[in-house]
Every structure is written in structure tokens, then in C-alpha cells.
């Protein structure tokens, strides 16, 4: 399994590919993916990100209707 794991994360460039996954995966079906809102971002680095990008993409959310509720 972990050269499985090696292989699929082998095309990252940088960290910012890591967030988009994890928010494209989210943003898939978010009704029922809100709940593991943690856990699938936690192992993003954000001190890695660059700032800019980050907000780059914020700033796009809020053109969506893509809203996460506390986990219940």
C-alpha cells in the first residue's frame, strides 16, 4: 500500500495541488463530505502555502454557494 500511496502523491509540485485536491474532493459532494472537513485538510501544510494563492481561492469561493457547518 504505502508504494501505492508514494505513486499517487508522486505528481505534487507543491502544496497548493495538496488543498486543491482535498477541497475538489470536498466540494464533490459536500452534504455528505462536510464531516470530514478535518480530517481530509489536516494533513495540508498551510504554512506552506503561499498567502496569495490562499486568498486567490477564498476570494473564488465566495463566488459559490459552498458554505461547511460545524460538523455535528
Request: charged residues 25%.
Amino acid at each position: 500500500k504505502s508504494s501505492q500511496a508514494c505513486l499517487k502523491i508522486s505528481w505534487i509540485e507543491d502544496e497548493y495541488q495538496v488543498f486543491t485536491a482535498a477541497m475538489d474532493w470536498l466540494h464533490h459532494n459536500v452534504p455528505h463530505r462536510k464531516k470530514h472537513v478535518v480530517e481530509v485538510l489536516e494533513p495540508v501544510r498551510f504554512p506552506l502555502l503561499s498567502p496569495q494563492r490562499l486568498f486567490k481561492y477564498i476570494e473564488g469561493e465566495r463566488e459559490t454557494v459552498f458554505h461547511f457547518s460545524a460538523p455535528h
